[in-house]
């Protein structure tokens, strides 16, 4: 029988409260999924300190107003508190379906590789119902990359020396043999819109032009299935309602409300 490696997820935040409560609930549930011993670690920058409650090694970290900084100050001071030889990047405000762990993981031992994760990443901004699907092919997001011992002291290296906040692209430039990317397995969205301190990307303000509405959350649902794509859908209706003012509104008036 294999013996599953032990794993360090990974999550640094900063205000974002809703988001990081959402975060645990799909932490959880890759963690019962999982075979081997798992660290959680969580780096805040936050004015106020998350509320944890999944037994996380917590670091408080000088909160930086700016948000490039503050990814860089959070990553730097997580660094040394990272136990294990595994390690999954879990950003704080996107979605992860249960299989996440197990199958990264499974990739890097298969293919025995240093670096896995999926490309063709997937954005989607939840309160406006809009997607954009990326045309990555030789690298993934850092929220859909998972990593091995072989490769965590050129991270460790990146991390002190990269201009900006975007580890993803020169993480995986640093291993251009040793890489194994999933196409469209719907393991990871990148998910935006959320309330909270607004992350580095793109589309996490009203969505970029380019970006395709969904507008009954048909794509959603098949991507991630209806039961999970239905906790996005409600924290979109309750957020437009409140906006509107209109509590007990239904849900075609409110509908007709944000269609503008």
């Known amino acids: 029988m294999m013996r599953w490696p032990a794993i360090t997820l990974l999550t640094l935040t900063a205000d974002r409260p809703e988001a990081f409560a959402l975060c645990e609930k799909w932490?959880?549930?890759?963690?019962?999924?999982?075979?081997?011993?798992?660290?959680?670690?969580?780096?805040?920058?936050?004015?106020?300190?998350?509320?944890?409650?999944?037994?996380?090694?917590?670091?408080?970290?000088?909160?930086?107003p700016e948000k490039h900084q503050n990814f860089l100050a959070n990553l730097t001071a997580a660094l040394p508190r990272i136990k294990h030889d595994y390690l999954a990047f879990i950003e704080d405000d996107d979605y992860y379906s249960g299989e996440f762990l197990y199958e990264m993981v499974s990739a890097l031992l298969r293919e025995n590789v240093d670096i896995a994760g999926e490309g063709h990443a997937k954005y989607y901004n939840v309160l406006y119902r809009s997607y954009w699907v990326h045309d990555n092919d030789r690298h993934a997001s850092l929220c859909q990359t998972v990593i091995r011992n072989s490769a965590?002291?050129?991270?460790?290296?990146?991390a002190f020396t990269i201009p900006d906040a975007y580890l993803d692209m020169p993480l995986w430039d640093a291993m251009p043999d040793k890489r194994y990317i999933f196409f469209d397995r719907n393991l990871c969205l990148g998910i935006k819109g959320f309330p909270g301190k607004v992350g580095i990307g793109s589309g996490h303000k009203k969505p970029e032009a380019y970006f395709r509405r969904?507008?009954?959350?048909?794509?959603?649902?098949?991507?991630?299935?209806?039961r999970d794509a239905m906790v996005y859908v409600d924290i979109r209706n309750d957020w437009w309602r409140s906006r509107y003012q209109c509590g007990d509104c239904s849900l075609i008036e409110l509908q007709n409300a944000v269609n503008e």
Do not use: F, P
């Not at 936050?46 to 037994?55: E, F, P, V």
């Not at 969904?214 to 209806?226: F, Y």
């Open 27 to 64: 932490t959880r549930r890759m963690c019962e999924n999982y075979k081997g011993e798992v660290q959680l670690l969580v780096s805040d920058g936050g004015k106020k300190k998350t509320k944890t409650t999944l037994n996380q090694e917590h670091i408080n970290v000088a909160h930086e």
């Open 152 to 158: 965590m002291d050129k991270m460790r290296k990146l």
């Open 214 to 226: 969904d507008v009954k959350s048909a794509l959603l649902k098949q991507w991630i299935g209806e």
